[in-house]
């Protein structure tokens, strides 16, 4: 007699052509994902192959009841590392019946920007690292800390190793694994200065799909996450006191950037980002104002500094990319709940399309 894990384990190519395809979406909150299965005919190769689907948006907070049909349209396809075979995850943004973004559909506004010439031409590239907390599902603390209480000061948890120091690793690498498998640019891990806190980075990625790749990867740690009995947390400041908050850092460059004399051209996006700093701030996350507070590695939030190799400044340039004259700088302000599709896309409209 079959067991639940062998028939969730079973390869359907062996007797269909059918594949299951994941829809996922963002709900309405803005940081929740959703997702639903559809068996399809057969394997796809685009996003394009993909049928419109719809969900009751009155029951994600995106739509009235008397009017709660959201229309799904298809953008990016992932392998699927949960089913494998030539099943697939798909990342989707939300319409009305009549074709309007949602409110909640930040990528339509952001795919306008990436796909402005003057944008493309610059081919941006990102590399987005995505700072989480793992916590105990029954006390939301985290993983590791005994409850109620706190394990010794921070110190020798980032990059750590051991039974004391390293809490949740399996999860991490599972998740590190899935990721490959599934096609996203995952370039590394580490554990973070606060225990039981984790980054993973994606990229370098070009233009829209950063974001695409950052919310399937989301999507595969919160699934990961579920099958461990561990909830995740992208609160940019999980546990207040001595400890240091979650962001986003984004990694930024343009072609101009990356070409000889880019050193220039990075100096002056920066400015810009400089000018914008309030609006970008606004943007980048809710609950930032108790993560940049000028401590823990962090610029205070109401003033715009940046440096060389400075993790205190709001933008840092790395020592590299000063040698060589040319590269990428680093955005530290965003939060661990930002939403990538407005970050990356305001970079690039701040730093391309702003005069």
Known sequence: MSDLKELINMNLEKVTSSIIAEYIWIGGSGTDLRSKARTLPGPVQSPSELPKWNYDGSSTGQAPGKDSEVI???????????????????????????????????????????????????????????????????????????????????????????ADKAWGRDIVDAHYKACLYAGIKISGINGEVMPGQWEFQVGPSVGISAADELWAARYILERITEMAGVVLSLDPKPIEGDWNGAGCHTNYSTKSMRAPGGYKVITEAIEK?????????????????RRLTGRHETANMNNFSWGVANRGASVRVGRDTEKEGKGYFEDRRPASNMDPYVVTGMIAETTILMK
């Open 273 to 289: 980002l400089g000018r914008r700093h309030k609006e970008h701030i606004a943007a980048y996350g809710e609950g930032n104002e």
């Open 72 to 162: 799904l349209y298809p953008q990016a396809i992932f392998r699927d590392p949960f089913r494998k075979g030539n099943n697939i995850l798909v990342i989707c943004d939300c319409y009305t019946p009549a074709g309007v973004p949602i409110p909640t559909n930040k990528r339509a506004a952001a795919a306008a920007i990436f796909n402005n010439p003057e944008v493309s031409k610059e081919e941006p590239w990102y590399g987005l690292e995505q700072e989480y907390t793992l916590l105990q599902k029954e006390v939301k603390w985290p993983l590791g800390w005994p409850v109620g209480g706190y394990p010794g000061p921070q110190g020798p948890y980032y990059c750590g190793t051991g």
